[in-house]
């Protein structure tokens, strides 16, 4: 297989070679135009043909899986996110100007306890969103799969969030908002309202925070989940297993 996939760059990089000094009289830009090839449809196609589409799928299939995985264990426990400035849930804006009235009057340690609360309903939320991710995963198509190997670091996670996000938000949205209770955030954010509003001349704030926090809770989910799969891609060291280290060392 190398040698035929080695054989078609030569080949193809002498014929774009010929062409370009014929049409210029110029010495070629060997690398440029071997990169070229390498880049073309052709010379890709040709590389993903030694590959079965049964490999292809499984091979996506098992990147999506160790990916999802490792990102559950990192989330999903204490501190996943509340530690993790890339992914840390912030208030909403919504409740900044309560957090900044409550900072003057030396009260904003209401609003820091409620960010630190919405972070950890996060983290007991992540572990169950594993079983929805399973279930994407192998509902894949094998076209679906051959599109995502060619595709861009990311291909495979921006197929997840089109196909599931929608889906994803709804099925976790009830796990959010058992694990804000459970996080106790209903209950501080009920505090943190009712010293707001005890304050005169304060402006209604209104924010729906079950909906904030599952939405933040996706984009901090599938921010890690894209971070492996071009892991996956670029780094042999994180192709743990046999069929991985085929179907992406193509």
Known sequence: MRKMIVTLLLSSTLTLSACQTSRDGQATNWGSLAQDVLNSQLFQS??????????????LREALNVGTNA???QLGQSGGFNLDPLIRIALPKELETVD???SKLDMDGLTKDLKNRMNAAAEIATPRAKELFVNAITNMTI?????????????????LRQSMGAQLGNDISPIIQNALNQAGAMQAYDQVMGQYQALPFMP???SNLNDYVVDKALDGIFYYVAQEEAAIRENPAKRATELLQKVFGQ
Do not use: C, F, P, R
């Open 71 to 73: 990102v559950v264990s």
């Open 143 to 159: 076209t679906d799969a051959q599109n995502i190997l060619g595709g861009a670091n990311d291909a495979a996670t921006q197929y």
């Open 46 to 59: 040709t590389a993903m043909s030694a590959l079965s589409s049964s490999e292809i799928s499984a091979g």
């Open 100 to 102: 900044n009235t409550l």
């Open 204 to 206: 209604d704030v209104k």
